[in-house]
Nanobody, 128 residues
Framework: VQLQASGGGLVQAGGSLRLSCADTGRRFKNAMGWFRQAPGKEREFVSAITWTFGRPYYTDSVKGRFTISRDSAKNTVYLQMNGLEPEDTAVYYC???????????????????????WGQGTQVTVSS
């Protein structure tokens, strides 16, 4: 598996977790991201970061609580999740893309179809 995600677990509401995803293939990429899928729901965008300039993107529901970062030397992306809520319970998937966005397409890295490489999921469970 080229993208190896880790860091999931069980935490109480208000707690924190940090997800990590290492790109072991060291391939060229323009961005890495995190998506999640809750039981009975479709997979949804959580956060992404451009690889060269580190520009972050967040879905509204996690702004102010989650922070995405990357370590280029380690070829790894992180998702620091604070203030976790039961609604954050899901399988979290790491993704990467070598695709670049058009200048006028601000939402490019928030779309699942923009990413061409996916890792295995890691379960995050938040108890109330």
């Amino acid at each position: 598996v080229q993208l190896q995600a880790s860091g999931g677990g069980l935490v109480q509401a208000g707690g924190s977790l940090r997800l990590s995803c290492a790109d072991t293939g060291r391939r060229f990429k323009n961005a890495m991201g995190w998506f999640r899928q809750a039981p009975g729901k479709e997979r949804e965008f959580v956060s992404a970061i451009t690889w060269t300039f580190g520009r972050p993107y967040y879905t509204d529901s996690v702004k102010g609580r989650f922070t995405i970062s990357r370590d280029s030397a380690k070829n790894t992306v992180y998702l620091q999740m604070n203030g976790l809520e039961p609604e954050d319970t899901a399988v979290y998937y790491c993704s990467a893309t070598a695709r670049g966005r058009a200048l006028n397409d601000e939402g490019f890295y928030t779309r699942e179809a923009s990413f061409d490489l996916w890792g295995q999921g890691t379960q995050v469970t938040v108890s109330s």
